[in-house]
């Protein structure tokens, strides 16, 4: 049956209306911003068809493609997506149609070469988050960092050469571990398919190895403490389209690579190491929420509020593990995976629309410190309801999706263990004092200084970027059952698939997951 | 039904959105004209339900309105339960909030003085308040309505938010937003727990819908969770929910943001920080009477902590200066009695106190914002006096406060009180005996503090200074006919409600009784027994020490503040100075301020900063990251001494290295 390729129309036009605004060059600066933001419109359109094409009843993957890429290595350009991914490319697309109003008039130095980057940008991610085939995936992954290395070293701030190297040095350390994973599982497993991946039999010495290359590439990513100091770097030093697709999209990533490679590959690894990531999870949420009170510079606060929020994605994923072992939890697994999908979702717009604002201020008075506001409520109304309306979903205020992550993954994590859901509600207060700390001193109190005094409220482009994205986080808070639905099926097998021992049979009496039942045994290739 | 309930919340939300994005449009009066037509039409659906619910056997709806979410096969709801209780609350809340709607057009008419020149903040002023206070209205309503957990903590949270907003109105005052900001954070603290019980009741029932828990609550009444040794389920998620009415409704040691909170514009105090959003805790707790009933380790903290804040944030009232303070401890300690009532399981109480004292304590701030009206927005009732020949409406209509909240008899805080004291000298549990007598004694207090206010302000000598006092009349309409309507009830609700409220077991409809309390801990049941009607229970009460107390505090306070007063007007402060430690004591408010100031934020900002210097900085940075980056760059700085680019140090090298392995080879 022909089926239209739709992945790959998404992962190319981009990629393709990425170069030709690089080749219309900067002789006309509006052509090639509206080329830009045709293509990214465009393919936010074409990723809607994804989502109403969707079949929610089945973890099956959906518009699947494959075609032989290598063959002497096995190696298939093959995509496709279920529940999991689908949202991710959605927001990826939706997200990026900001990044490029909020450069419109800001970026001045080869806007061409800037949107180009984006643009590319987003057909990569989306190939990250489609791709089937490990060495695609790979592929994928490893190009993302090139735009990205771009768009900071060359439109970044004054520090930008050591960010960017650092960003560089700290991902691509990880990735590499990755790689040697994946090899040796091509040769276990005599393929590089992601699903084969899913299904081989694996000892707890191997397991263990890939679990934790894995780890480095994905932790690195999310980022999840204590490899978390690119990240305000990166932050402080990107152009404000740099940090919405940093915060938004390139974060979600390690969150899915989670889902996607460790917990499936290597489930009894995963169990036997939870301990571990929810450590680390937790240190994120309390020890960087402490953090975050400290920083005086806002991007830096909003980027370490990132990595706190990000900690419940990890925490959801990996208290599957602590709730299965836990025989009083009953239910409760799926509930955290979930919890941790919709917080990605939810603070990719929360965390875009954070960093869209310090943007909006920081065009006007050039500068990112608190210390240098006060009142702009006073000058910029709009602006400051916009402000305290995302601080306070970035607080996690019921009616925002701030909080429907946050309240599920709690939920779930009460399950397992009082005492870590008692460290990770703390949020409800470390999250509120930081944030609301920071709107204290910038949006309100007297006006500050003249520059405060002669700051002009939102113009039309940023009340339409702030607008859109208030209303999402809105959408998503009042009504997140449409999104819930649509990963069900996916989260339900994916936990099912992890919770079942992947241990040979000379191992099995090691499991602490259930043992698979004989019929469902996995046939090795 | 459904529609009605549906109109009933969403009219104000509708108001509040009108006027809060369209009130540069519609202007000043077409923003409160919305927001009071959305509320009053709510107000008046809110009392033909509670006329059905009283008159025509209406049915308790438990309906959902839709599903906010399915996970794991459990499902989140939005949806209503509307029973007596609620019906109660939807009425108190919405008329509370109509009165201070038509109050705020006279309170607020002139905002824009509050604001310095030139702030865009200060051009809509009045209708963004208008729109709050509707939003405000709207959270509340939520929060009532509710039929599950999840939709309870978001009106929790969402009362929260608004207050936020409210307390930080006049953001430009550096005052303003330290409070707004302190009451988040504290409530915030509440909310912490609260989530936890929700968390537990999650876990262990499995659902988040009050009819099914409530059903499935005697079941689990023994289960033991592993915590602290091994403490009964119920206990941890009573307590745990417990928390957040701590912060909600201002209980010690969560109670500190409340006074702060007079920041606000005063039609607040009176709607958020009296009548409503502060007894979202009071009413929580009565609606999960049937899992409070199977805890007593519960039951008795409630109430201890109840009576320590009923007695001891009383006499915090006494050395306050300011009008709107000297409510708000009020205020404080008036909650710690509906709170000990909660714990003595005398709910009903706890809730009929929560009635008659939304009405007399909005009233009282209400009464205080008119005065501050005619003082030109000063507060200070050493600079007042003699108000009353300027102002009779607010003079009685306080003065009709003022005895409410005492509780005169016959005024409807004299039932009210008088059965709380009743219920709480009934109580057997871990505790009674401390707060019957915090709660006997706290009548004094409340005596004291209420007539010293009264006299200060509205007796003696005018202190005010001449520009003032030439400009002191009585406040407009809008502000005098809320007055008066809330005096209505402030004397009349008691009489006429206590009979059905405690006596009759009004709340119990059919087969659902949304309060529901244990055959052992029915301390009303004396009170029920020996009820002889509402004339009898005042003459009853005539003997009574709480009486006793409550009009010795009244004499007293007209001895002191009045009589001597009038001889010699530094008595007051010359009390203050005879207090010594104990008014310093006082003035500090126990020290919870400097205590949470000193140490909980500034150690929370040292440990960050320490964290961030110590921990990400110098560790994982420059230890970590730079110092793997340096230490490549040192070895290869070593390695490179190697390279030297010399003939004969490359010959030499060699010539060693040869020999060495010669010896090695030989000698093995």
């Known amino acids: ?525 | 039904m459904e529609n009605v309930y549906l109109t009933i919340v969403l009219a104000p939300l509708v108001g509040a959105i009108v006027a809060g994005f369209f009130g540069g449009r519609i202007g000043r009066v077409g923003a409160h004209s919305v927001t009071i037509a959305g509320v009053g039409l709510s107000t008046l659906l809110s009392l033909w339900v509670l006329g059905r619910f009283i008159w025509a056997e209406q049915a308790v709806f438990d309906g959902t309105v839709y599903t906010w979410l399915v996970s794991d096969g459990m499902r989140f709801e939005v949806g209503f339960l509307v029973d007596k209780l609620t019906a109660m609350m939807m009425a108190t809340v919405t008329f509370v909030s109509l009165m201070v709607h038509i109050y705020t057009i006279g309170y607020m008419a002139d905002d824009e003085h509050n604001w310095p020149e030139g702030a865009l903040t200060g051009r809509n002023s009045y209708q963004r308040f208008f729109s709050y206070i509707s939003l405000f209205t709207f959270s509340m309503l939520m929060l009532v309505m509710a039929n599950n957990f999840m939709q309870l903590f978001f009106g929790w949270e969402a009362v929260g938010l608004v207050s936020y907003l409210l307390i930080g109105f006049w953001s430009t005052r550096e005052s303003a937003i330290f409070a707004n900001l302190k009451a988040f954070l504290v409530n915030r603290v509440g909310d912490f727990g609260f989530l936890l019980g929700i968390a537990a009741v999650a876990m262990y029932f499995g659902t988040l819908d009050y009819a099914e828990v409530f059903a499935a609550a005697p079941g689990l009444a023994d289960t033991e969770v592993a915590l602290f040794g091994g403490i009964s389920l119920m206990t941890l998620i009573c307590v745990l929910l417990f928390i957040g009415a701590m912060g909600k409704s201002a209980q010690v040691p969560l109670h500190v943001w409340l006074p702060d909170s007079m920041e606000g514009p005063t039609p607040i105090s009176a709607l958020i920080h009296a009548a409503t959003m502060v007894t979202a805790g009071i009413f929580m707790v009565a609606r999960m009477s049937p899992l409070y009933e199977l805890s007593e380790a519960a039951l008795s903290f409630v109430l201890i902590i109840g009576a320590t804040t009923a007695f001891f944030m009383g006499l915090i009232g006494l050395v306050q200066n300011d009008i709107k303070r000297v409510v708000a401890y009020s205020t404080l300690s008036q909650l710690g009695y509906m709170i000990t009532a909660l714990g003595a399981s005398a709910y009903a109480a706890g809730v009929f106190h929560l009635m008659t004292h939304a009405f007399f304590k909005a009233l009282l701030f209400l009464a205080a914002g008119s005065v501050i009206i005619a003082m030109h927005h000063k507060q200070d009732i050493r600079e007042m006096g003699g108000m009353r020949k300027f102002m009779p409406i607010t003079w009685i209509t306080a003065l009709i406060g003022s005895l409410a909240l005492i509780g005169f008899p016959g005024f409807s805080g004299f039932f009210s009180k008088d059965a709380i004291i009743a219920a709480v000298n009934e109580t057997a549990i871990f505790g009674g005996g401390y707060a019957s007598v915090l709660l006997t004694l706290g009548v004094l207090v409340t005596a004291l503090y209420s007539f010293r206010m009264y006299f200060l302000v509205f007796h003696g000598k005018p202190r005010m200074d001449e520009h003032t006092r030439e400009h002191l009349h009585e406040t407009p309409w809008v502000v005098t006919v809320p007055l008066v309507m809330l005096a209505i009830p402030s004397l009349f609700i008691g009489w006429f409600a206590i009979e059905p409220m405690l006596i009759n077991d009004w709340f119990a409809s059919g087969d659902w009784s949304p309060i529901m309390v244990a055959p052992e801990h029915d301390t009303l049941a004396h009170l029920r027994e020996h009820w002889h009607g509402q004339s009898a229970f005042v003459m009853h009460a005539l003997g009574t020490p709480t009486l006793m107390l409550a009009l010795g505090g009244l004499v007293l306070a007209a001895l002191i503040w009045w009589v001597v007063a009038a001889r010699k007007p530094d008595i007051d402060a010359k009390l203050l100075a005879l207090g010594g430690p104990l008014t310093r004591l006082l003035q500090n408010k126990y020290g919870f301020d400097d205590f949470n100031q000193r140490f909980l934020a500034g150690g929370a900002q040292l440990l960050g900063q320490t964290f961030w210097s110590r921990g990400d900085r110098a560790l994982i940075d420059d230890g970590m990251v730079n110092g793997s980056a340096r230490s490549v760059g040192r070895m290869a700085g070593v390695l490179r001494l190697l390279q030297t680019g010399y003939l004969y140090h490359y010959a030499i090298a060699m010539i060693v290295g040869l020999v060495g392995l010669m010896t090695i080879f030989v000698t093995l």
């Not at chain 1, 093959?78 to 419109?104: E, K, N, Q």
């Not at chain 1, 991902?171 to 990755?178: A, H, R, W, Y």
């Not at chain 1, 717009?349 to 943007?359: E, K, P, Q, R, T």
């Not at chain 1, 990112?368 to 910029?380: C, S, W």
Request: hydrophobic content about 60%; overall charge negative; proline content about 4%.
């Open chain 1, 1 to 525: 049956m022909y089926q239209f390729p739709l992945l790959t129309l998404l992962i190319w036009l981009p990629i393709v209306g990425g170069i030709a605004v690089l080749a219309s060059g900067d002789r006309s600066a509006s052509t090639s911003k509206w080329t830009a933001l045709g293509f990214a419109v465009l393919t936010f359109v074409s990723s809607l068809w994804l989502w109403f094409g969707f079949d929610p009843g089945t973890a099956e993957m959906q518009f699947a493609e494959r075609v032989a890429w290598i063959p002497t290595f096995d190696v298939y350009y093959a995509l496709g997506v279920d529940g999991i991914s689908m949202p991710l490319i959605i927001l990826t697309t939706f997200i990026t149609i900001f990044v490029v109003i909020a450069g419109w008039e800001v970026i001045s130095y080869k806007p061409s070469q800037y949107m180009a980057a984006f643009l590319i940008m987003e057909g990569v991610m989306i190939g990250v988050f489609s791709a089937l085939d490990a060495v695609l995936f790979y592929v994928f992954w490893e190009a993302m960092l090139i735009p990205m290395f771009i768009i900071i070293g060359v439109w970044g701030g004054p520090n930008r050469v050591y960010a960017t190297i650092k960003f560089f040095i700290y991902t691509f350390f990880g990735s590499v571990f990755m790689l040697v994973a994946l090899i040796y599982m091509y040769f276990q497993a005599d393929s590089f398919s992601i699903l084969d991946f899913h299904g081989l039999e694996l000892g707890m010495t191997a397991q263990t190895l890939i679990f934790i290359a894995f780890l480095l590439a994905f932790a690195v990513k999310v980022p999840m403490f204590p490899v978390h100091t690119w990240l305000p770097d990166a932050h402080v030093e990107a152009p404000t389209g740099g940090s919405v697709v940093l915060a938004a999209i390139m974060l979600k990533i390690g969150g899915y690579g989670f889902l996607r490679f460790s917990m499936p590959i290597a489930p009894d690894a995963s169990a036997a190491l939870a301990w571990l990531i929810i450590a680390m999870s937790l240190i994120a949420v309390v020890y960087i929420g402490f953090v975050a009170l400290a920083q005086r510079d806002m991007k830096k606060l909003i980027a370490y509020s990132s990595i706190a929020h990000m900690g419940f994605v990890t925490l959801g994923f990996f208290i599957v593990f602590a709730i299965v072992q836990n025989s009083t939890a009953g239910a409760g697994a799926v509930m955290g995976v979930e919890g941790g999908m919709v917080q990605m979702i939810s603070h990719g717009f929360i965390s875009g629309a954070l960093f869209l604002c310090v943007g909006v201020l920081y065009d006007r008075v050039h500068s990112r410190e608190i210390a240098d506001y006060g009142g702009v409520v006073n000058t910029m109304p709009w602006f400051g309801a916009f402000f305290v309306y995302f601080a306070m979903a970035n607080s996690g205020l019921p009616g925002t999706s701030g909080f429907v992550g946050e309240f599920m993954v709690i939920l779930a994590t009460f399950r397992a263990n009082f005492w870590w859901a008692l460290l990770a509600a703390t949020t409800l207060i470390l999250a509120a004092a930081y944030t609301l700390w920071m709107i204290k001193r910038v949006v309100f109190g007297p006006v500050a200084n003249d520059k405060v005094a002669a700051l002009t409220d939102l113009n039309r482009r940023e009340a339409l970027n702030l607008g859109v994205l208030a209303a999402a986080v809105l959408a998503l808070g009042l009504w997140p059952a449409p999104l819930l639905e649509v990963m069900h099926t996916s989260v339900e097998h994916l936990v099912a698939q992890v919770t079942t021992c992947k241990l040979p049979a000379d191992e099995i009496g090691a499991c602490v997951l259930a043992r698979p039942e004989p019929l469902a045994t996995v046939v090795q290739p």
